[in-house]
């Protein structure tokens, strides 16, 4: 927590507009394909922003309440590419490119398929596909169990801490961006989760 706390120090929008904003790419360190944008509106105003992607048929688009200060999530890059990013707010657009490191070498896809607009899966990196089978989010560390969607950004999984028989000692509530909320301690009983 206090490693995120120092990374957080980073996020300021103070300063930047929508022409200018501050983004962060994997604003935590272990979810590479997430940012924040971060800049001020001159009133309240809300901010939609929308993820372009390949096949022009499956953005990713959403909106934020009326606010000053703006710290926006971008979720749903893809690996290894150009991505194309519009902020919209007060009637303007800011398209912002993000270029994306490739997957790790040893990525492993558990599964091809999916059903509704993202599936999510835990081989040896946490991912998510979209309908298309593309990878749009993935932790870089070897987290434990299957992934628990408790709401539009928010998730429980097995942390990436072991003991020495190899198993989990805790798990994590965490956002999509990679930000740790909690951490709950298992007892020496309990076998999985």
Do not use: C
């Amino acid at each position: 927590l206090s490693v995120q706390s120092n990374k957080e120090v980073y996020f300021n929008g103070y300063g930047y507009s929508l022409d200018n904003p501050n983004v962060i790419i994997n604003p935590y360190g272990n979810s590479p394909l997430t940012g924040i944008a971060m800049f001020e509106t001159s009133n309240y105003s809300e901010v939609s922003i929308k993820i372009l992607s390949k096949d022009g048929n499956s953005d990713i688009f959403y909106t934020f309440a009326k606010n000053k200060y703006h710290l926006i999530p971008i979720y749903g890059l893809y690996a290894d590419y150009d991505n194309t990013i519009i902020l919209s707010s007060e009637g303007k657009e800011k398209v912002i490119n993000i270029k994306t490191d490739s997957l790790p070498e040893d990525f492993t896809y558990v599964d091809n398929s999916t059903s509704g607009n993202f599936m999510f899966y835990n081989s040896n990196y946490p991912y998510a596909i979209d309908n298309n089978g593309e990878v749009r989010w993935y932790l870089n560390g070897n987290y434990y169990g299957n992934i628990s969607l408790v709401d539009n950004s928010t998730i429980i999984i097995g942390s990436n801490r072991y003991n020495e028989e190899g198993r989990t000692i805790s798990f994590y509530e965490m956002n999509l961006l990679g930000k740790i909320y909690n951490e709950y301690i298992m007892n020496n009983d309990y076998y999985g989760y």
